[in-house]
C-alpha cells in the first residue's frame, strides 16, 4: 500500500507499488493513466536503501516578470557562490512551440531574492524552440550547456560559458533526445535525454563519453511499459547518486491533467539500466535536485495554464531521504 500525504500544492507517494493499478489499462486512484504492468513482478524490484521525500512545503522563489512561465530549467552555482536559473520561458498560458528562448535568472541565495538577467539564448537558424536546457561545470570558470533546439535530424546542441552571462554555441550536434542531463562517472560522462519507442513507449536513453566531446550511440536505460504519446510521455531525467545506488527521477505525463506534475523515482546500481518499479513518486514538474552545503533541494516548474497563477515560476522545496524499513 503506498503512503500519499499532502504537501504544500504537491503530493508525495511512498512506496514501490506507488503505480499500482487494480487491472489492465485502469485508471489510477487518482485519476492518471495506469496500467497492471506498471508495477514491476516484487522478485524483480531492486530495493533501494534509501526513499526521497518532499521534506516541507513547496514555495515559490523566483516569479518571471510579466506573464512569463519558467519551464523546464537548470540550475548551478558559479564560482563567485551566486545561483543561476536558466529555462524554458514564454509568455502565454503554456505553448510549447513559442518557447524560442532561454531565460536566465541569478540569486545570492536559492531562496532569492532573484534578479531577472537577459535571456541567453534565442532561438535562429535552424533552431525551431529552445528546450530543457542542462548547465554544469567542466572546471574553474568553464559552463557547458545542453539544449534542445528542434533541429532535424534530431539531436542535442551544446552551448559554451566562461562568465555564466555569454553563452556561446559550440555548432556541434550530440547524438540524443531531448531534456538532456549529464551525470560525472569515474570514467567520463553520461548523458540522459528523453526519447520513445516506435510503438511510443517513452524512454530515457543515455550515452557515454570520455571527454564531452565523443559520444556512443544512445542505448536504452528505462522504457515506460505503457505506450502513450507518439513523442514520448517521459521528461526531465535528472540522476542523483547516494551510497553508491543511482536514483532516477522522471516526470511521467498523460492525457490526465493530474499527470502533468508527476515525477516518478526510480533506484538501480547501474546508472545505466533501471527496471520499471518505482521508489515513490513526487508530485512535480520538470524536477531538479539540487545540493546546497548538506541539504538538497527539489524543484519544481511549468506552464501557467498547468500550475496556476501562484505557482507560476520557480518552486522549492527541501528533499530529504528515508531509510527504507526492513
Not at 137 to 142: A, D, L, V, W
Not at 155 to 173: F, H, Y
Not at 216 to 221: D, E, I, L, N, Q
Request: aromatic share 10%; glycine share 8%.
Amino acid at each position: 500500500m503506498a503512503l500519499r500525504t499532502a504537501i504544500g500544492p504537491f503530493v508525495i507517494v511512498l512506496g514501490v507499488n506507488a503505480l499500482h493499478c487494480g487491472g489492465a489499462q485502469d485508471a489510477c486512484a487518482d485519476g492518471g493513466a495506469c496500467d497492471a504492468s506498471v508495477t514491476a513482478d516484487a522478485s524483480s524490484v531492486f530495493r533501494s536503501a534509501w526513499i526521497p521525500y518532499v521534506d516541507g512545503a513547496f514555495d515559490r522563489v523566483f516569479e518571471p516578470a510579466g506573464t512569463r512561465y519558467l519551464n523546464d530549467h537548470t540550475l548551478l552555482r558559479g564560482d563567485d557562490g551566486r545561483w543561476h536559473v536558466y529555462g524554458i520561458a514564454d509568455s502565454s498560458q503554456g505553448m510549447p512551440f513559442a518557447e524560442r528562448a532561454l531565460l536566465h535568472a541569478s540569486a545570492p541565495d536559492l531562496h532569492g531574492p532573484w534578479q531577472t538577467e537577459a535571456d541567453i539564448l534565442t532561438a535562429t537558424g535552424a533552431e525551431q524552440v529552445l528546450w530543457a536546457p542542462f548547465a554544469f561545470p567542466t572546471e574553474p570558470h568553464r559552463w557547458v550547456m545542453f539544449y534542445y533546439s528542434g533541429a532535424v535530424p534530431q539531436t542535442l546542441d551544446r552551448a559554451d560559458s566562461s562568465d555564466l552571462e555569454q553563452w556561446v554555441r559550440a555548432g556541434r550536434p550530440i547524438p540524443g533526445g531531448r531534456d538532456p542531463y549529464v551525470l560525472k562517472v569515474s570514467d567520463g560522462w553520461l548523458l540522459y535525454s528523453v526519447g520513445v519507442s516506435a510503438s511510443s513507449h517513452g524512454q530515457i536513453l543515455v550515452s557515454r563519453s570520455a571527454d564531452l566531446e565523443h559520444w556512443s550511440a544512445s542505448t536504452v536505460a528505462l522504457e515506460d511499459p505503457v505506450a502513450s504519446f507518439g513523442w514520448g510521455n517521459l521528461e526531465s531525467p535528472t540522476v542523483v547518486v547516494r551510497g553508491g545506488e543511482h536514483y532516477l527521477f522522471v516526470t511521467r505525463t498523460s492525457d490526465a491533467t493530474i499527470d502533468y506534475a508527476r515525477t516518478i523515482v526510480f533506484a538501480a546500481n547501474d546508472p545505466a539500466h533501471f527496471t520499471w518499479s518505482p521508489v515513490t513518486e513526487i508530485l512535480a514538474h520538470a524536477a531538479e535536485v539540487i545540493t546546497d552545503g548538506d541539504r538538497q533541494y527539489i524543484t519544481s516548474a511549468g506552464w501557467t495554464s498547468s500550475v496556476g497563477q501562484q505557482w507560476r515560476g520557480l518552486t522549492l522545496a527541501r528533499l530529504s531521504w528515508a531509510p527504507r524499513m526492513p
